[in-house]
């Protein structure tokens, strides 16, 4: 074996510890009895590009998960950072369930969380208005100290240009461009009640605004509502909208099941002529294989591939709890699903859980182990850059030959990037079974993951 080879497989060895693990388990549930998440109340989930997952509970606040540690968000005036908590729960960690500050979160239920692509934290919360965390600072709007119309925000959002937009509970929609505040209501606009429940952003930028009367619409060039009155919506109470990769729209309603609406036609799934088990959804999710999963009040989740469903209940699974208040779709394709009786993840053949990275000298960088990991089609690799520097990525055979410049010598920002192989050599030949290195290189730095291809 050549002196590349034995370099890089020792590279490999050394970096076997990190990255994402596959855990026997399907089902993992997170409660305080078992783990350091500090409340069981759990009403909204949201996951960084890190893979970094944040919850929102009703009365403890805000806290982080990343594959092995929770992090329990404190206020400002004890240092406005995070104090790190051990998986299993120790005894001695018990009294540090306390309230939260006057600026970080609060005893104020978080509805909602949204990570823009700064990686700053959008909380949206019952009565205290909107929080913004950029992982030091807590910074506070609300009705008294900025245009917010009103302190109930159910649902927040950061477009593509990183606007945020509020949908709040009796003020409307708001909009904030880091300087200035807009609002949209019953009185300056088509938008048809004042109760915002849900926001979501289509694939082609538009905003699509969920309301107890109907959906609003905003492109950029005007408004396009939707009512009982002028579309398949039997009722108008909108609780969560989703799109799958066509663009479709599947729209969750508090009381009338499940409506698609793919831009010319609409059709109704409901507990009479489907396989729903409640007509009353919460939560939505679709998976890039086209799974709709669906958050239900009272009948828990219910999976849906266009033919079959499948539901899964605190009576035929680990689910906690029959009502899930929010649901989220990760890259490794778990299910995290937030439910008043704790968080619940899962994965059909197993969860995948991803350790953090160890913490990157200057001018230093780490490559995660591929997603999915064997495989017989396209991969992704994560590449961590503590600074911005000239990267080059190469895949390598087993005998330490080059098989695909993935990158060349490229300057990339510091941060997170994703790296995709569709497993075929610089020729554009497949390449054959085996065992082969994806190397990431800058400067003297080094990082080494392993590639298991099947054909």
């Given at each position: 074996m050549n002196r590349r080879v034995l370099t890089l497989l020792a590279a490999l060895w050394l970096s076997r510890s990190f990255g994402p693990r596959l855990m026997a388990q399907e089902w993992m549930v997170f409660t305080p009895e078992n783990s350091s998440i500090p409340d069981r109340n759990v009403l909204s989930v949201a996951v960084d590009s890190s893979g970094v997952v944040w919850v929102g509970t009703r009365y403890e606040g805000m806290a982080s998960f990343?594959?092995?540690?929770?992090?329990?968000?404190?206020?400002?005036?004890?240092?406005?950072?995070?104090?790190?908590?051990?998986?299993?729960?120790?005894?001695?960690?018990?009294?540090?369930?306390?309230?939260?500050?006057?600026?970080?979160?609060q005893a104020e239920a978080i509805y909602d969380i949204a990570i823009d692509s700064k990686g700053i934290k959008w909380i949206g919360t019952k009565i205290a208005g909107v929080k913004r965390f950029d992982g030091r600072n807590w910074t506070l709007y609300n009705s008294r100290n900025s245009p917010l119309p009103d302190d109930y925000a159910w649902s927040v959002l950061p477009d593509r240009s990183?606007?945020?937009?509020?949908?709040?509970?009796?003020?409307?929609?708001?909009?904030?461009?880091?300087?200035?505040?807009?609002?949209?209501?019953r009185s300056n606009s088509p938008l048809p009640s004042n109760d915002v429940t849900c926001l979501a952003l289509h694939p082609s930028g538009q905003l699509w605004?969920?309301?107890?009367?109907?959906?609003?619409?905003?492109?950029?060039?005007?408004?396009?509502?939707?009512?009982?009155?002028?579309?398949g919506l039997s009722i108008g109470?909108?609780?969560?909208?989703?799109?799958?990769?066509?663009?479709?729209?599947?729209?969750?309603?508090?009381?009338a099941g499940l409506v698609c609406f793919d831009g010319r036609r609409w059709s109704r799934l409901s507990t009479t002529n489907s396989g729903l088990t409640d007509d009353y959804i919460y939560s939505l999710g679709v998976e890039n294989n086209g799974v709709k999963w669906i958050g239900t009040f009272t009948q828990g989740v219910v999976a849906?591939?266009?033919?079959?469903?499948?539901?899964?209940a605190p009576w035929n699974s680990p689910l906690p709890d029959a009502f899930v208040y929010d649901l989220l779709i990760d890259r490794d394709g778990n299910k995290w699903f937030a439910t008043t009786l704790g968080l619940a993840v899962y994965r059909k053949g197993g969860v995948i859980l991803r350790s953090p990275p160890p913490e990157l000298p200057p001018g230093h960088l780490w490559l995660d182990p591929p997603i999915p990991?064997?495989?017989?089609?396209?991969?992704?690799?994560?590449?961590?850059?503590?600074d911005a520097a000239r990267v080059s990525v190469t895949v390598y055979d087993a005998l330490g030959r080059p098989v695909r410049y993935l990158v060349r010598g490229?300057?990339?920002?510091?941060?997170?990037?994703?790296?995709?192989?569709?497993?075929?050599?610089?020729?554009?030949?497949v390449v054959p079974t085996g065992i082969y290195l994806a190397v990431a290189q800058a400067g003297h730095s080094r990082s080494v993951a392993r590639i298991v291809r099947l054909r």
């Amino acid at each position: 074996m050549n002196r590349r080879v034995l370099t890089l497989l020792a590279a490999l060895w050394l970096s076997r510890s990190f990255g994402p693990r596959l855990m026997a388990q399907e089902w993992m549930v997170f409660t305080p009895e078992n783990s350091s998440i500090p409340d069981r109340n759990v009403l909204s989930v949201a996951v960084d590009s890190s893979g970094v997952v944040w919850v929102g509970t009703r009365y403890e606040g805000m806290a982080s998960f990343d594959g092995l540690h929770w992090f329990h968000y404190q206020p400002p005036l004890s240092g406005g950072g995070a104090e790190a908590f051990p998986l299993l729960r120790p005894a001695a960690i018990e009294a540090a369930q306390g309230s939260f500050g006057e600026h970080g979160p609060q005893a104020e239920a978080i509805y909602d969380i949204a990570i823009d692509s700064k990686g700053i934290k959008w909380i949206g919360t019952k009565i205290a208005g909107v929080k913004r965390f950029d992982g030091r600072n807590w910074t506070l709007y609300n009705s008294r100290n900025s245009p917010l119309p009103d302190d109930y925000a159910w649902s927040v959002l950061p477009d593509r240009s990183d606007r945020l937009w509020v949908g709040t509970k009796y003020g409307g929609l708001a909009v904030f461009d880091g300087t200035s505040w807009l609002t949209y209501n019953r009185s300056n606009s088509p938008l048809p009640s004042n109760d915002v429940t849900c926001l979501a952003l289509h694939p082609s930028g538009q905003l699509w605004v969920g309301t107890t009367a109907g959906i609003a619409i905003l492109d950029g060039q005007g408004w396009t509502v939707y009512t009982p009155a002028n579309s398949g919506l039997s009722i108008g109470h909108v609780e969560t909208i989703a799109f799958d990769a066509s663009g479709t729209a599947w729209i969750g309603t508090w009381g009338a099941g499940l409506v698609c609406f793919d831009g010319r036609r609409w059709s109704r799934l409901s507990t009479t002529n489907s396989g729903l088990t409640d007509d009353y959804i919460y939560s939505l999710g679709v998976e890039n294989n086209g799974v709709k999963w669906i958050g239900t009040f009272t009948q828990g989740v219910v999976a849906f591939d266009g033919q079959t469903w499948q539901s899964f209940a605190p009576w035929n699974s680990p689910l906690p709890d029959a009502f899930v208040y929010d649901l989220l779709i990760d890259r490794d394709g778990n299910k995290w699903f937030a439910t008043t009786l704790g968080l619940a993840v899962y994965r059909k053949g197993g969860v995948i859980l991803r350790s953090p990275p160890p913490e990157l000298p200057p001018g230093h960088l780490w490559l995660d182990p591929p997603i999915p990991n064997p495989s017989s089609d396209r991969l992704d690799l994560i590449l961590h850059l503590k600074d911005a520097a000239r990267v080059s990525v190469t895949v390598y055979d087993a005998l330490g030959r080059p098989v695909r410049y993935l990158v060349r010598g490229e300057q990339l920002f510091c941060g997170i990037t994703r790296i995709s192989w569709d497993g075929r050599s610089d020729s554009g030949s497949v390449v054959p079974t085996g065992i082969y290195l994806a190397v990431a290189q800058a400067g003297h730095s080094r990082s080494v993951a392993r590639i298991v291809r099947l054909r």
